[in-house]
């Protein structure tokens, strides 16, 4: 039976909490009925004190249901999760998909990212490779500080410096070039130019020598739902900026409604 299979993957000693929530995650999803707390405490080989530490914290983060009978199932809450998962994938094949529409931009380092707003940082998602590499990898999952990333400052320009100014306990991150924004001051000019042309710069400020174009993708109430960019070096910037701005526009609005077709 699965608990036999689960409880083998627990025998190593000193597992650290979050590998023993994921044991119960699993183990719940395998048996796929209600269980007490013993039994699950007993079927992964667990102390019953942690496993009712646990059972507590997991159900009242709504991770876990408890019923009227102490036994438990899986919550509502990870539906959330999967909310979030299936609309990150459905951008990320909406990006794809648009991106053949536009033969310039397929040309380009394209780069599609979202915004953590709880760390301030940038999320890479996708990215569309030139077919001449720039010698700048973008892999799915990095994070940056949006504050120097081109599609970063997009998806900032949508909120006011304060709630900015609070993603980051009003402390700039650190500069990782001579180039980055320094203070809040700056960070709101540049912003103020971003609302006016709905495109933005990062002229070397995530890394030397790169330049990059973005804007971004909203949702029916504005909010930024993801940011787009894409990267040169200086000597192409400055021939292709006003192209590819208004190419990187028009994607992000095919974009969005696109996502407003699929939702209505």
């Known amino acids: 039976m699965t608990t036999k299979q689960t409880k083998n993957t627990s025998n190593s000693s000193n597992v650290p909490a979050l590998d023993k929530a994921f044991l119960i995650l699993d183990y719940l999803t395998a048996i796929n009925q209600p269980v007490s707390a013993s039994q699950i405490a007993k079927d992964l080989n667990m102390a019953r004190s942690s496993t009712h530490n646990l059972l507590s914290t997991m159900t009242n983060k709504g991770v876990l249901h408890k019923d009227a009978h102490n036994l438990f199932t899986l919550g509502s809450y990870l539906l959330y999760w999967s909310g979030k998962f299936q609309s ?3 951008i990320i094949s909406l990006f794809h998909e648009t991106m053949t529409q536009f033969p310039f931009l397929m040309e380009q380092t394209v780069t599609l990212s979202s915004l953590d707003e ?3 940082e940038v999320v890479f998602l ?6 001449a590499p720039l010698g700048f990898t973008f892999r799915p999952g990095i994070r940056v500080p ?4 081109a599609s970063g400052k997009a998806m900032l320009s949508t909120f006011e410096i304060e709630e900015i100014k609070a993603m980051y ?5 650190k500069a ?4 980055s924004v320094t203070n809040f001051e700056q960070l709101e000019e540049e912003l103020i130019k971003v609302r006016a042309d709905k495109t933005s710069l990062d002229d070397g400020q995530l890394r030397e020598g ?5 804007t971004h993708i909203l949702d029916n109430t504005g909010k930024p739902i993801a940011g787009v960019a894409v990267s040169f070096v200086k ?10 701005s208004k190419a990187l526009v028009a994607l992000a609005i095919l974009i969005e409604q696109r996502i407003s077709f699929k939702k209505s």
Do not use: N
Request: charged share 20%; with cysteine; net charge neutral.
């Open 88 to 90: 990150q994938q459905d």
């Open 169 to 173: 306990a009003h402390a700039m991150p």
């Open 146 to 149: 949006a504050t120097f990333s």
């Open 126 to 131: 996708a990215c569309h490779e030139s077919p």
């Open 118 to 120: 709880q760390t301030g």
């Open 210 to 214: 790169m330049y990059c174009v973005g």
């Open 235 to 244: 000597t192409e910037y400055e021939k292709k900026r006003i192209k590819t």
């Open 176 to 179: 990782l070039t001579p180039y």
